[in-house]
């Protein structure tokens, strides 16, 4: 099984050479990554969860433990939980981060409510906030990318 | 009336897939709430919609009321269905659908309450005139006669402080009586320091009968009888309807003792009553309601023409049942075996992992309720059913043959499964003659796995 650590190794080395696309395949694992401004970098915009946005090829689903995965502009944040979530502590108050901010893996960048409780969603990975990919206030599942993260 | 539109299915597998092609047929959306490992089952692509509910163990997902509640308003359901296990019998859910302004598609929460703990549940039978196990307490030999007596042999002592079968004696004969209450008053008293003992009458041949009951709160019914006796540690594995070798007098008690329990706790939805019956005796007793749709459900669907999950629905939107008691009528015989993902011959050891290829075609007589499809995975987290195949005659030996043929035709490579187990229960001539009771599949299995390497 690939760990967390194992993929980051592997963006680590995609980040550090001039390849555009890398697939990877072993055993019924198939892995494809395309860094921005290479073809199709497209990813869904439905991105239904972390592993997901990974594209997968089927028949071969693999459930990598919400990971913080590499994509267009920076590492994905999964949701822990489904629930709605809040970019700031409270309506109206100030985001609990904005592009551009350096953020360290305790840092908390939202807020993820279910039935009235309130559990804060650490960044998870050091770096600078690309942006947030889930809208304030909005239902996300278990999984889904809460902010994009820029390692470092 | 408050008419459905979209619902969402908190529930896995076959059950989720049952209720999609019923919301289908009636033009209802449906999002299904999956685990993370479930995210690309059958249900899960079928569904309008299919939202993550959390990682794969189910207390994380499945059973996580709040993601539940929060994943059904985020997506714009209406209501919730929670098919069975997991928490469709859970009062906390049902009370938070209340809450959140969703109609939780069951029964209501008190309904709920009033079956869901034993104690209860049995008060309610007895308030309703419904038998239970005969019994009586006892503190001296004459008490303890006087109850033999008024209930007759064989008896069980049990200890009205026990459990764990400490202070729990049989008696067969009055001779006995003496001696064995004196042991199990000293066990009583040695293992819980209270010597209060209890006599129950014991069942030496049992069958599981119970009743399939459909009610709009105002209108009680019943939809017949189904028996499942054929279980193993407690687990049913062949269920049918309707019950064979049942006297008439004893099946219409079964009904009626059904609907008065209904009846009695104002049951408002889809459920059933389960019974003992004591075939010796020839009498029942009551053991529980199960206030769900079942996994044998089908059975009942094959015989009565009706669709369950839609009168469920039905009674969900408020709608006063159309049906009456009298038009409600029986046709031919059905069966059903449960295919799990288990090997037979390996201690009923599960068999996780991804099927490659899964045919179950259409014979006449057969319906097949699955998940699987070529390419599926069975994870490892969730129980190890992957398909029921029901199989619908004229007669109880028509229906038999059907499922034998299914059981030589239907494919399903990647695991392994416990169709051997089937077709050997199917080709027994004890189970031919009908009305085996419940300690049948345990004394059938060890002439199956003496038969195989």
Known sequence: MITRSDIDDILKLIDGSDFLELKLEMGDLKLEVRRPGAASVALPSTSVSAASAVPVARPAPVAVAAPVVASGGGSEVPAPLLGIFWHAPRPGADPFVKPGDRVTADTVIGIIEVMKLMNSVPAGVAGVVVAYAAPNGEMVEHGQTLIRIQPE | ?453
């Open chain 2, 1 to 453: 009336m408050t008419p459905i539109r979209r619902i969402f299915i908190a529930n896995r597998g076959e059950i989720a897939v049952r209720v999609i092609r019923t919301a289908r047929e009636l033009g209802l959306e449906t999002v299904l709430g999956t685990s993370a490992a479930d995210r690309d089952s059958l249900g899960a692509k079928l569904a309008t919609r299919a939202v993550v509910l959390g990682p794969a163990a189910s207390k994380d997902s499945y059973l996580n009321i709040g993601a539940v509640i929060e994943a059904a308003k985020g997506t714009g359901c209406d209501a919730v269905h929670p098919g069975y296990g997991f928490l469709s019998e859970n009062r906390v859910l049902a009370e938070a659908c209340a809450a959140a302004g969703l109609i939780f598609i069951g029964p209501s929460p008190d309904n709920l309450a009033a079956v869901g703990d034993k104690l209860t549940a049995r008060g309610h039978a007895e308030a309703a005139g419904v038998p239970l196990v005969p019994g009586g307490n006892a503190s001296t030999l004459a008490e303890a006669e006087a109850v033999a007596t008024r209930i007759g042999y064989p008896i069980l002592i049990k200890a009205v402080a026990g459990g764990g079968g400490k202070g729990m004696k049989r008696v067969d004969q009055p001779a006995d009586l003496g001696p064995q209450l004196s042991m199990a008053m000293a066990e009583a008293s040695a293992a819980f320091g209270d010597d209060r003992v209890y006599l129950e009458r014991f069942v030496t041949v049992g069958r599981h009968v119970e009743v399939q009951i459909i009610s709009d709160g105002v209108t009680v019914l019943h939809a017949g009888e189904r028996d499942c006796s054929v279980q193993r540690r407690y687990q049913k594995l062949v269920e049918e309807a309707p019950a064979p070798n049942l006297s008439p007098a004893l099946r219409q008690g079964l009904l009626d003792a059904a609907v008065a329990y209904a009846r009695h706790i104002g049951y408002r939805s889809l459920g059933t009553v389960e019974f003992l019956v004591d075939v010796p005796r020839n009498s029942f007793y009551f053991l529980e309601m199960n206030a769900r749709i079942q996994v044998e459900h089908p059975v009942t669907e094959a015989v009565t023409g009706l669709d369950l999950i839609a009168q469920q629905i039905a009674i969900a939107e408020g709608r006063p049942l159309f049906l009456q008691q009298d038009n409600l009528t029986l046709k031919g015989h059905a069966i059903e075996c449960r295919l799990n993902a288990e090997d037979v011959f390996r201690d009923f050891r599960p068999s996780p992992g991804r099927v490659t290829l899964a045919w179950f075609p259409s014979l006449p007589g057969l319906r097949v309720d699955t998940h699987m499809t070529p390419g599926a995975m069975i994870p490892p987290y969730y129980d190890s059913m992957v398909a029921k195949l029901i199989a619908h005659g004229p007669t109880r030996a028509e229906a038999i043959a059907t499922l034998q043929k299914a059981l030589k035709v239907c494919i399903l490579q990647g695991i392994t499964t416990n169709a051997p187990l089937h077709q050997a229960i199917l080709a027994d001539p004890v189970f031919q003659a009908g009305g085996v009771d419940t300690s049948y599949l345990a004394g059938l299995l060890p002439y199956l796995t003496k038969a195989q390497p």
